[in-house]
């Protein structure tokens, strides 16, 4: 069966972090419709001739808007040509995959899933820990930390997010933290807890601030205005782990 689409999930910026498979369908596209975070050296795999579209979505910022995205994809993809749409992380997490899935379907166009390192692993990776361990932390959940409106979601479980034995890992949460910090407080769980925010992994800018939910708060309300750059967060007992990664205090 011919693919007319490939979903490449970029991971979170490093090149050396893109999957064989990956590689592949990015040197052999025609089209390449790819988001802001999954740019710079990743698209230096691309042949000369491809089209390059940009397609990304940035808090704040004029983005396209999903049904134009949607409305590309079928309109290359009739046309024969091989196109790739590459997502940042995984796409398969908080990357609006499920849309643009049903858009090729309901024209018949073929796609393929190719996964790829997801920012919240990689952040763990940098910061030098596990998510899981054997007695006291044996659940990790992903989360999102804006909704379709960017403000905090209103239908998150607080008390499984305020849970001491599971790592929570909180995507686009950065403008919001001010919110869930105060929330999963008043749910429990200690402002003392430790959380490490990882902004821009595996890139020559990527920075790691180790503080606690408490401080957080604070921080996220004095640099509520300055947000720029992509983070994950991730709170939970594993960030007590005594890594040697250095990270900025």
């Known amino acids: 069966m011919k693919i007319s689409v490939s979903f490449v999930g970029s991971g979170p910026g490093d090149p050396e972090l893109l999957t064989l ?3 592949n ?3 052999n596209a025609d089209v390449i419709l790819f988001d802001d975070l999954s740019s710079g050296p990743i698209l230096e795999y691309v042949k000369p001739e491809a089209d390059l579209i940009s397609v990304g979505k940035r808090a704040g910022l004029k983005s396209p808007k999903q049904i134009e995205v949607s409305r590309l994809l079928v309109e290359y993809a009739s046309k024969g040509l091989k196109v790739v749409r590459l997502k940042s992380g995984d796409s398969c997490l908080f990357g609006r995959l499920e849309e643009e899935l049903t858009v ?5 166009i073929t796609y393929e899933i190719i996964p790829g390192v997801t920012s919240a692993l990689a952040s763990a990776a940098a910061i030098g820990i596990p998510l899981t361990r054997r007695i006291n932390s044996r659940r990790v959940q992903f989360i999102t930390g804006h909704d379709i409106n960017g403000d905090l979601p209103k239908d998150l479980n607080f008390s499984a997010l305020s849970d001491i034995n599971a790592t929570t890992v909180v995507f686009m949460g950065r403008r919001t933290f001010s919110k869930l910090g105060t929330k999963l407080i008043e749910h429990g769980l200690s402002k003392n ?8 992994v595996s890139t020559e800018n990527e920075k790691l601030l180790r503080t606690t939910i408490g401080n957080l708060i604070n921080l996220s309300k004095e640099k509520k205005q300055n ?3 992509p983070a994950i967060i991730i709170y939970g007992p594993l960030l007590e782990f005594n890594s040697k990664n250095n990270l900025n205090e």
């Open 25 to 27: 369908r990015l040197k």
């Open 104 to 108: 090729l379907n309901d024209s018949n």
């Open 227 to 229: 947000v720029k750059n």
């Open 21 to 23: 498979k990956a590689i």
């Open 193 to 200: 807890t430790p959380v490490v925010v990882a902004e821009s």
